[in-house]
């Protein structure tokens, strides 16, 4: 079986470093937000171009905790694309804030940006855009519209670490940014973890105080604040990992080029780039094909690994039922038909060349 993605395979290529990590981190004696979070924060917020970094708990908690420091809650709106994986819409909520789901764009998958006005009203405080697999949201016309109405922008960068949009990183298109560091992920920890890039300095002071209880100097409180720290322990790991990811999107960019290159089957519609072939970071390669069940049956049949990204749409979850008569369709027909074939940075030549050939032979009947 050529599998979706080898975790294992790509942490052991590091073996020594990481172990030598955990060494670091065991003899120093210092378990929590010491000098190895410091260091990773200065390193990511180099590599993202922005002046800080906090390191968080996960993805998730970046993007919740974003949204808290610049005091969105009850009563405001904040727009969201309806096609994103769940968490990005849980942070809304969980602030009390109401999500106001736009639909994407067919072609690239993210925010269409011509139908985000028409969702904007008094109640509209942020536009949160996500760049979904792995690419950039086209981000000028977001950055005119939010500057016309006075709204915060806010990226979610969970699956594009490193991308480019006009050769400026993701992290560095908005008002301040989340990014989750779970195993999967183009720079992955070996569990959780997440980070905020800004070049706010005030969100950034008041970040600092909520990941930790809302406190900057022990005792003393100036927040209702949160447990939300990047674990210790993880940050030299990421800081290792981090040394590789150019080189990982790299190899990530030279698969998806020789799948676009080479996938030739009218059943199965390939991903688009919207700018530069370079800023694409290939999270995940996605196709669509119109029998979705029946092509992940033959795939595996013929020893491929595939997944979906994602299944079910917001709108449809249960933990939505309160959106269940809105009717998303662009959203429904990604959920509907989207299919994720394998990449990674150490997928091999030979796998990758029998991916190609078992998609090429699939037919309908
Ligand atoms: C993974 C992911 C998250 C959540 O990150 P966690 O670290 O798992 O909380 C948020 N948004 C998107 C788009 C993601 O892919």
Not at 100 to 117: A, G, H, M, Q
Not at 181 to 206: H, M, R, S, V, W
Not at 291 to 315: K, L, S
């Amino acid at each position: 079986m050529i599998p979706f993605l080898d975790l294992k395979k790509i942490n052991l290529r590091h073996e020594k470093a990481l172990m030598d990590g955990v060494h670091k981190v065991l003899h120093s004696g210092w378990y929590i937000l010491g000098s190895n979070v410091k260091a990773f924060e200065n390193e990511f917020a180099e590599y993202c171009g922005t002046q800080y970094c906090v390191g968080v708990a996960n993805g998730l908690d970046a993007l919740e905790l974003i949204i808290r420091g610049y005091d969105i809650g009850a009563g405001d709106e904040v727009i969201v694309p309806s096609n994103t994986y769940i968490a990005s819409i849980l942070s809304i909520s969980a602030n009390g804030a109401t999500p106001v789901l736009v639909e994407p764009d067919l072609l690239t998958y993210n925010l269409d940006t011509s139908k985000i006005e028409e969702h904007i009203t008094s109640r509209t405080k942020a536009i949160l855009v996500v760049h979904l697999y792995g690419q950039s949201c086209d981000m000028n016309p977001i950055r005119e519209i939010a500057d016309r109405y006075g709204l915060k922008i806010i990226e979610d960068c969970a699956q594009a670490h490193g991308a480019l949009y006009d050769d400026k990183r993701v992290g560095n298109l908005g008002d301040a940014a989340a990014f989750s560091f779970y195993p999967g992920k183009n720079l992955g920890a070996l569990g959780d973890g997440g980070a905020i890039t800004t070049n706010d300095e005030g969100l950034y002071n008041q970040l600092m105080a909520l990941r930790n209880y809302g406190s900057h100097k022990k005792y003393e409180n100036l927040y209702k604040g949160y447990n939300s720290r990047l674990d210790e322990l993880q940050a030299p790991i990421l800081s290792e990992k981090l040394k590789w990811l150019e080189q990982d999107n790299e190899r990530r960019r030279e698969i998806a080029t020789y799948y676009s290159g080479h996938i030739i089957n009218s059943e199965v519609t390939l991903p688009t780039v919207l700018h530069d072939p370079e800023s694409h970071v290939w999270h995940v390669f996605v196709v669509r094909v119109k029998e979705r069940n029946h092509f992940m049956e033959y795939m595996n049949r013929n020893d491929v690994q595939t997944m979906i990204h994602y299944p079910i749409p917001p709108h449809r979850q249960e933990a939505y039922k309160e959106w269940g008569d809105h009717e998303y369709p662009i959203s429904e027909q990604i959920h509907a038909e989207v299919v994720s074939l394998p990449i990674s940075p150490v997928m091999e030549m030979k796998d990758i060349k029998r991916v190609v050939e078992v998609v090429n032979e699939y037919r309908t009947d």
